[in-house]
C-alpha cells in the first residue's frame, strides 16, 4: 500500500543528482517532478501543480535557477527550498540565496518539506477565510443597499461563484416546497438569462434540498444515488460536483443557491459549504425583505386606488346632494309664493268681511276661517324655516308683540285637539304684556308646551296657561305658566326633561329641547315643576320691553336715554342688535369700520357695541383710532366676534375696550353687559390730551425708523388680525419670506422703493432685520402671490445689487401661529 501523498514537489537540477533525490522523496509519500533547467518548468507546472520547489544544484547555478523560476507567474508564490547538503560553496554564498530555506543534510529533507507545506497550507486557507468574509461583506452590503432585487442577486451569485471556483451559481425562487415551477432570477453561467422557469421534476438534488429545507451536496454525480434518474442527461455535461442550499427565512421557503463543479477531481469542501450556508442566509432575508416591500408597495397602490374611486363617489354624492338641496330650496321658493300670497290674500278678504255687517253666527264664521288661515299660513312659515337649517333656528327675527294675545291665540288653536281628548284649554292673561322678540319662535313654544300638557293630563283634565308680569331689580320680564293635572314628573327627573337625547316611555322628544333653545336665544329661562296639588307645570319667562309712556313723556325720556352706536356689517345681526337695544337705548348703526369711527367723532354716543371683523377698517383697528384720538378715548367700546379664542379676549381687552362677547349672543346678557360697560368709569373729554389707554398694541404705528415700513411687532399683530379675517370670510391671505444671499446690516438699498411702487395699498412690507423682508398680500393666493414676487424679484435685485431667496406660505389654511409660520419661511421673528 503506497504511502499517503504529503505534497507535490517539483526538483530542479542534475538529473544524476536528483534521480536519487526523486526515489527517495516518493518513498516518503511526495509526488514529484523533476526539470534539469528552467526551460523545462512550465509544462510539469500544469501537469504537477506544485506545492514547494526544491533546488538540487550548485550555489552559482542555483541562484541563476532561481531568478529564472520567479520570472514565471504560476510560480511566484511557491516556496523555494535550496538542499546545500553536497555544495562546497562558502557559507557566505549560500546565504546570498534568496530561497525559504536551506536542507543541509539527508534526514532534514522531509521535516523540512513538511514545515514548508503546512506553512503554504496555512497561508492559503487564511487567504481563503479572509477573501470569504471579504466577499460576504460585499455581498451583506449589496443586499442592504437601495438596488433592484435581481441586481442585488446579479451581484451575489458572481461573488460566491468567484470565492467557491465553481462553473455555476444561480439562484432559483419558488413558492413553496409544492411548487412545481422554479423562476432562476440571477446565474453566472450566463447573466441574461432571467427569470427563465424551470421544472423542478428535472432536477432531483433541487427538488430534495427544498423538500427536506436541507442542504444537498452531490460529491461525485457519476455514482450518487439521487442523481441516477438524471445521469444519462448530465454526463454528457461533465457534471461533476453540486452543492444546493435551501433560501429559508422565518420558516418560510423562498428558494435554493445552486452551485456546481464540472471539473474532475474538485469538490466543495467544508468551507465552501460554510460560506454557502452563510450567503444563504443573508439572501433569504434580502429576498424576504423585498417581497414584503413589494407587497407592501401594491397595496397602498391598491389603497390610494381605492380612495381616488371613493373620493370619486363621494364627490358624485356631493354633486347629487347639492343638487337636491336647490330642488329643496326650489320648492321652498314656490311655497314662498304660491302658498303665502294666496293665504294673505284670503286673510284680507277675511278681515274685510269682519268689518262689514255679518249676524253673530256669520262673524264666528270668518273668524274661525281667520284662525285656521293663519294657522296654515304659520304652517308655510315653519316649513320655510325648517328649510334654512340649522342657522335658521339659532337666529330671531325680533319685532314688539303681545304675549298674552299670543297665549290666547295658541290656546284658541289648540282646542281642537283638546276637545278629541277631553279636555279643556283656558288662557288666564288679563293685561297687555309687550317684549320684543320672534313671534314664529315663541309661538312653537308655547304650542309644544300645550300640546305636551294635553298629552299627559287626565282625562276630561285641565290645561291652564297663564302669562303675568313679573317684577324684577333688573328689569320687568313676563312670566307664562302651562300647567295640567296628569300623573307628573318625578322630582328627580325634572332636570332631565329638556334633554335632547332623552328617549324611550318617559322621554320627552325633541320638542322641549327646542323650546328650552327658543327661550334662552331670547335672553329667557325655562324649567319643570311639579306642584303639591299634582300634574306638571312648565315656566319659562321673557324680559319685557321698557314701557317709556307710562313714567315721562316720550320727548324728555328719548333726551335721557344713553346713546348707543351699533357697528355690525351683517345687516340681520345688526337689526338684532338695535331691536335689542333699543328697547333701553337710543340706537345708531353703522355698517362697516370707517363709517362706525367717523359716527363715534360726530354723535360721540355713550357706548359703542362693535363687531370685530368688518370691511374697510377692522373692529381692532378702529378701537385703536378710537382710542388714540382725544374726543372719543372716554367712550366704552364692546366688541363682538363669533371667535371664541381667549386671546382674542385678551388682545381686545389690550387695545381698551371694555368687554368683549362671543356669538351668537344672548339678548339679555348683551342688556346687562351694555348696561355694565355703560356704568364703568371713564375719563371725561378735556382739552388736553389724555393718558393713553394701558399698554395698547398699535396697529398701524409701529415701523422701522430707518426705513419708515412696519417693525416685526407691529407686523405680526397686523398679520393675527388679517388671518383671522381672511378665515372668517374664507378669503386667501399669503406671506412671503424674501432673505437676501447674505445677512445685511441694514435694510437693501432701493428696496423701499421698489415696494411701494410695485405693491398695492392693501398689501404690507416688513423689514424684520439683517436684510430679510416679510411681505403680507391679502385676498392673494399661493400662485398670484408667486407671480408678484416673480415681477418683483427683479427690480429689488437691480435697486439693491444683491439677490434675494424667497418662500410663501397661505396662513390661511394654516393652523400654526404666525410666528411659526415665520420662522418656518426664514423670517427672523424674535427680538
Known amino acids: 500500500m503506497s504511502p ?64 529564472g523560476l520567479r520570472n514565471i507567474e504560476q510560480l511566484r508564490h511557491v516556496p523555494v527550498l535550496a538542499d546545500v547538503s553536497r555544495s562546497r560553496s562558502s557559507s557566505e554564498a549560500v546565504k546570498k ?122 460529491e461525485r454525480a457519476e455514482n450518487d444515488p439521487i442523481m441516477a434518474e438524471v ?19 422565518q420558516d418560510e421557503l423562498l428558494g435554493a443557491l445552486f452551485l456546481r463543479h464540472s471539473r474532475v477531481g474538485t469538490t466543495f469542501g467544508r468551507d465552501e459549504q460554510e460560506f454557502a450556508q452563510a450567503v444563504a442566509g ?180 285641565t290645561v291652564v296657561v297663564r302669562a303675568l308680569r313679573l ?26 326633561v329638556f334633554d335632547r337625547y332623552r328617549h324611550g316611555p318617559k322621554g320627552t322628544g325633541l320638542g322641549l329641547a327646542i323650546c328650552k333653545e327658543f327661550v334662552e336665544l331670547h335672553g329667557g329661562e325655562i324649567w319643570a315643576e311639579s306642584p303639591p296639588e299634582g300634574g306638571c307645570t312648565f315656566v319659562f319667562t321673557l324680559p319685557m320691553a321698557q314701557d317709556a309712556l307710562k313714567k315721562k313723556p316720550q320727548e324728555k325720556q328719548e333726551q335721557q336715554q344713553p346713546r348707543v352706536l351699533v357697528v355690525e356689517d351683517e345687516a340681520e345681526i345688526a337689526a338684532v342688535l338695535a331691536e335689542v337695544l333699543r328697547s333701553r337705548y337710543r340706537v345708531d348703526v353703522a355698517r362697516d369700520g370707517q363709517e362706525g369711527v367717523a359716527k363715534a367723532r360726530n354723535m360721540r354716543p355713550d357706548l359703542v ?45 389690550n387695545l381698551g375696550a371694555v368687554d368683549y362677547m362671543s356669538k351668537p349672543f344672548n339678548a339679555m346678557e348683551l342688556l346687562n353687559r351694555t348696561e355694565r360697560a355703560l356704568k364703568s368709569p371713564t375719563p371725561e373729554p378735556r382739552g388736553e390730551l389724555p393718558s393713553p389707554p394701558p399698554a395698547p398694541v398699535m396697529l398701524r404705528t409701529g415701523n422701522d425708523p430707518g426705513t419708515n415700513l412696519y417693525d416685526k411687532r407691529t407686523l405680526l399683530a397686523k398679520l393675527e388680525v388679517e388671518v383671522s379675517k381672511s378665515r372668517r370670510y374664507h378669503r386667501p391671505l399669503s406671506v412671503a419670506v424674501l432673505r437676501p444671499e447674505r445677512p445685511l446690516a441694514d435694510m437693501p438699498r432701493g428696496a423701499g422703493d421698489v415696494m411701494r411702487k410695485r405693491l398695492r395699498t392693501l398689501d404690507a412690507v416688513a423689514h424684520m432685520g439683517s436684510g430679510v423682508l416679510t411681505l403680507m398680500l391679502p385676498e392673494c393666493n399661493v400662485e398670484s402671490a408667486r407671480s408678484v414676487i416673480q415681477r418683483l424679484l427683479p427690480e429689488l435685485q437691480a435697486a439693491s445689487g444683491i439677490s434675494f431667496q424667497h418662500a410663501i406660505a397661505d396662513v390661511s389654511q394654516d393652523s400654526d401661529a404666525v410666528d411659526r409660520i415665520l420662522d418656518r419661511l426664514g423670517a427672523p421673528v424674535q427680538g
Open 282 to 461: 443573508v439572501l433569504a432575508n434580502s429576498i424576504r425583505n423585498a417581497r414584503l416591500h413589494h407587497a407592501l408597495k401594491r397595496k397602498r397602490e391598491d389603497l390610494e386606488l381605492a380612495y381616488v374611486e371613493r373620493y370619486k363617489e363621494l364627490s358624485d354624492a356631493n354633486r347629487r346632494l347639492k343638487e337636491l338641496n336647490r330642488l329643496k330650496d326650489e320648492i321652498i321658493a314656490v311655497c314662498s309664493h304660491d302658498l303665502r300670497a294666496p293665504l294673505q290674500v284670503l286673510l284680507g278678504h277675511g278681515r274685510l268681511l269682519l268689518e262689514g255687517s255679518v249676524t253673530v253666527e256669520q262673524k264666528q264664521s270668518i273668524e274661525a276661517m281667520i284662525r285656521q288661515g293663519r294657522k296654515i299660513l304659520g304652517l308655510v312659515e315653519s316649513l320655510l324655516e325648517k328649510g334654512k337649517g340649522e342657522a335658521a333656528r339659532l337666529a330671531i327675527e325680533p319685532r314688539k308683540l303681545d304675549v298674552a294675545q299670543l297665549c290666547r291665540e295658541s290656546t284658541s288653536e289648540l282646542n281642537i285637539l283638546a276637545g278629541e281628548k277631553g279636555v279643556v284649554v283656558r288662557a288666564e292673561a288679563s293685561e297687555s304684556l309687550m317684549l320684543i322678540g320672534d313671534e314664529v319662535k315663541l309661538h312653537e313654544v308655547l304650542q309644544n308646551l300645550i300640546t305636551n300638557a294635553i298629552h299627559h293630563a287626565k282625562a276630561a283634565g
Open 609 to 653: 357695541v362693535m363687531d370685530v371683523f368688518l370691511p374697510k377698517l377692522d373692529g381692532l383697528e378702529a378701537t385703536v383710532a378710537l382710542k388714540s384720538s382725544t374726543d372719543t378715548a372716554h367712550i366704552p367700546i364692546i366688541l363682538l366676534s363669533a371667535h371664541q379664542g381667549v386671546a382674542e379676549k385678551v388682545r381686545a381687552l
Open 4 to 67: 499517503e501523498l504529503r505534497g507535490r514537489v517539483l526538483v530542479i537540477g542534475a538529473r544524476t543528482a536528483s534521480e536519487a533525490l526523486l526515489s527517495r522523496l516518493a518513498e516518503s509519500g511526495f509526488e514529484c517532478a523533476m526539470a534539469e533547467d528552467v526551460d523545462g518548468v512550465p509544462p510539469l507546472v500544469v501537469s504537477l501543480q506544485p506545492e514547494v520547489i526544491l533546488l538540487a544544484a550548485a550555489t552559482k547555478r542555483a541562484a541563476e535557477m532561481l531568478e
Open 231 to 249: 445521469r444519462p442527461n448530465i454526463l454528457p455535461l461533465g457534471v461533476h460536483s453540486i452543492l444546493v442550499q435551501p433560501l429559508v427565512c
Open 471 to 496: 317684577t324684577r331689580p333688573d328689569g320687568d320680564a313676563v312670566k307664562i305658566t302651562v300647567q295640567d293635572d296628569g300623573a307628573g314628573i318625578p322630582q328627580d327627573e325634572l332636570h332631565l
Open 97 to 218: 540565496l534568496e530561497v525559504d530555506g536551506f536542507i543541509r543534510g539527508t534526514e532534514e529533507m522531509v521535516p523540512r518539506l513538511e514545515a514548508v507545506l503546512r506553512a503554504g497550507r496555512l497561508r492559503e486557507s487564511e487567504e481563503r477565510t479572509r477573501l470569504r468574509m471579504g466577499m460576504l461583506l460585499e455581498i451583506t452590503q449589496a443586499t442592504t443597499s437601495s438596488l433592484e432585487l435581481e441586481e442585488m442577486l446579479r451581484i451575489a451569485v458572481d461573488k460566491v461563484g468567484r470565492v467557491t471556483g465553481s462553473d455555476r451559481c444561480s439562484v432559483v425562487l419558488v413558492d413553496g416546497a409544492e411548487a412545481p415551477i422554479g423562476t432562476v432570477v440571477a446565474t453566472q453561467e450566463d447573466p441574461s438569462l432571467v427569470r427563465l422557469e424551470i421544472e423542478i421534476a428535472r432536477y432531483p438534488e433541487l427538488r430534495r434540498a427544498l423538500e427536506t429545507r436541507q442542504p444537498v451536496h452531490i
